[in-house]
């Protein structure tokens, strides 16, 4: 049940001391064992301090170590993007005395969630200020998942942050941690507020235009705003630029930058009524209300060797548009912190190679995006999400802007998915 008596408790028996030797304890992680319906349990791992030697393994010293400095601090870094990375690179940087400038193509996140609501209500795209683009990034508007496959001692540091700035304290300990789309945006704009107090600059609405080059080295940057041009000296640049800033990544092309070519997933968004997941999950819908929606992960390898997957599942959350470039379509997931929508939603993806592309450039993989993005928009003609059931899927218009292998791929996967987790 996680209840603190019955915590303390199994500390009692299995570390053997009484309960008065405890000075402190803290959950360091919960997550939810369902592998016999009749028999749920949450299981923890708990760190806790006491006057007694004992023979257990010793906590981790999990305090940040900030790195050593290598620049002088009167030097003048500029980190282009406010998503994530570009968040605590900031607020890094400031801890450490620095003064750094962000900035940032999107707006601050009050006027980038009004920009949004008028794109999904009313198909108004503006470039630099949707579901991509602006302050947060698009984990803004993906439900503010903080999973990772790393253990990197990092991860304690950003999850107390966040803490700090207002995300709920169970994210420090749930397995698969989140901060819910309406919770998150208050909590960056609390980031953003410390990161300003320490003497860092953020300007929004701020593109990066070019960078200006000394020999092999950056001297400045031209940054843009509402039509204005302007140069920033710059000794370091840290690019934080995200998925979807693709001017960015050919004009850095142009300049001669080392790139290569990476491999990425394609694929679509699945709904499903989250009361089903539920029920497969945990053997009763009702079991939800005191564990929270259920939730999956899945994978499978098809005959041809392609891997097929779930990814950013949303338990009782919402599919929405999330284009960034007119005459494109592109969806994402999200669920706000409570996640008590009626559908669950995930990505299921195929995996995509470097030989799948159609020349070596090393954008030939973004160019491919683009294609398939603009191929949906034009079969859509707006702004609207493409949809089909199952049963229809390869005849569909969904289906026909995607690669053979993508489709084919997913349709040889959903069967073994839906004997892992039935219906």
């Not at 698969?176 to 929004?204: W, Y």
């Not at 710059?234 to 930058?257: Q, V």
């Amino acid at each position: 049940s996680g209840d603190k008596d019955e915590i303390l408790g199994k500390i009692e028996k299995k570390a053997k001391i009484l309960r008065k030797d405890i000075s402190s304890w803290e959950i360091v992680r919960e997550s939810i064992d369902a592998r016999d319906k009749k028999d749920i349990k949450k299981v923890y791992t708990v760190d806790f301090a006491c006057n007694k030697k004992l023979k257990l393994t010793v906590a981790p010293d999990r305090r940040y170590k900030y790195p050593e400095n290598t620049i002088e601090r009167n030097k003048k870094i500029i980190i282009t993007g406010f998503g994530p990375a570009g968040m605590f690179s900031g607020l890094v940087l400031a801890q450490m005395g620095y003064r750094p400038i962000i900035i940032e193509r999107g707006e601050d996140v009050d006027t980038r969630t009004k920009d949004v609501q008028d794109f999904w209500n009313n198909g108004n795209l503006k470039e630099n200020s949707n579901v991509q683009f602006g302050e947060g990034g698009a984990g803004t508007f993906s439900d503010g998942k903080l999973t990772t496959g790393i253990n990197d001692s990092r991860i304690y540091f950003v999850l107390s942050e966040f803490c700090r700035f207002g995300a709920p304290e169970e994210i420090m300990y749930l397995h698969k941690p989140h901060i819910g789309t309406d919770r998150l945006k208050d909590v960056v704009k609390n980031l953003r507020k410390e990161i300003i107090k320490l003497g860092g600059e953020i300007r929004f609405g701020t593109k990066l235009e070019d960078i200006v080059l000394n020999g092999n080295m950056i001297s400045e940057v031209v940054v843009e705003k509402n039509g204005t041009k302007e140069n920033l000296k710059c000794d370091a640049l840290i690019l934080t630029i995200g998925h979807s800033a693709r001017d960015t990544f050919k004009m850095l092309y142009e300049k001669g930058i080392s790139m290569e070519q990476k491999s990425f997933s394609m694929g679509v968004r699945i709904q499903h009524p989250q009361k089903l997941i539920n029920e497969a999950q945990y053997g009763s819908n009702e079991i939800a209300e005191i564990l929270g929606a259920a939730d999956y992960k899945l994978n499978m390898r098809t005959k041809s060797g392609r891997g097929v997957y779930t990814f950013c599942m949303c338990p009782g959350g919402e599919i929405v548009m999330s284009s960034s470039s007119k005459g494109q379509l592109l969806t994402n997931g999200m669920s706000n912190y409570k996640r008590d929508g009626e559908y669950a939603n995930s990505a299921v993806l195929v995996d995509l190679r470097k030989t799948d592309f159609e020349s070596d450039h090393p954008l030939a993989g973004m160019k491919l995006q683009d294609k398939i993005e603009s191929t949906a928009y034009n079969l859509s003609g707006k702004y609207e999400l493409l949809t089909s059931n199952i049963r229809n899927f390869r005849n569909s218009k969904l289906a026909k802007c995607l690669p053979d292998f993508t489709v084919d791929g997913i349709l040889e996967a959903l069967p073994v998915f839906g004997r892992k987790i039935r219906g």
